[in-house]
């Protein structure tokens, strides 16, 4: 019997505990500290606004969509070129095509130049899911800085 291949990617499930990581811990706490200055200064309005809504959807639904497609999908299929595991400072070669499609995604769809300040968290979040080989961990941080953001 053949064995059916879905594309929903394999690595939701935990396999380092990122919790326990004082630097995932650290990247956390700095980048939400960042998302709350960019969310309250008017000087870098993105134009959200609080409101339930915004909170379901772009605080947690759209990240856990972003992340599943660009770091399970999208940089699975890249991460499985031997040349796009090579890394410089631990950014590797996937995590830098898959940060120039994200925030190509987020320029197509917001058209605006605070679209490219998701290319610093993109990369972080690629970061997280080769240092952990799991999606859980990139899914947090992206749901923890776009609720700050928000909510700031």
Known sequence: MARIRTIVPDKIQITRPYWRDPLYIVWLLLGCSVAAL????????????FSYANLLFI???????????????????????REARYSISGISGANLLTTL?????????????????????????????ERYDSLIAPIILHICFNLVLIIF
Not at 59 to 81: D, H, N, S
């Open 101 to 129: 499609c994200f925030t190509f995604f987020h320029w197509a769809t917001q058209q605006s130049v605070t679209a490219w300040w998701v290319i610093i968290p993109s990369l972080l979040f690629g970061w997280a899911r």
């Open 38 to 49: 960019v969310g309250h200064f008017s000087i870098f309005s993105i134009g959200l606004y």
């Open 59 to 81: 605080g947690v639904i759209y990240p856990i969509l972003e992340e599943v497609t660009f770091r399970g999908f999208f940089m699975g299929l890249v991460l499985k070129f």
